[in-house]
């Protein structure tokens, strides 16, 4: 699972289990992530509330700048 942060939403990334791609990522780093977006929506007008993104392989990570 992958925390990330665009402008002030913070948003999870998640990949499979076992792939062995996290451990080279660092704090900081500028990634582009390619994945299905999923919507948490709730509220008085079903407004989204929050969303996260499913990874299929770790070629969906790109490192653009590392930290």
């Given at each position: ?11 999870q990334a ?7 791609v996290?451990h080279s990522?660092r704090?900081?780093s500028l990634l582009e992530?390619?994945g299905?977006?999923l919507i ?8 989204p509330?929050?969303f ?6 770790p070629?969906?990570i790109v ?5």
């Amino acid at each position: 699972m992958l925390t990330l942060k665009q402008g002030s939403r913070v948003f999870q990334a998640q990949i499979e289990p076992g792939r062995d791609v996290l451990h080279s990522l660092r704090d900081g780093s500028l990634l582009e992530v390619t994945g299905i977006c999923l919507i948490e929506a709730g509220g008085l007008w079903n407004e989204p509330e929050s969303f996260h993104v499913l990874l299929r392989s770790p070629e969906d990570i790109v490192v653009l700048r590392r930290a």
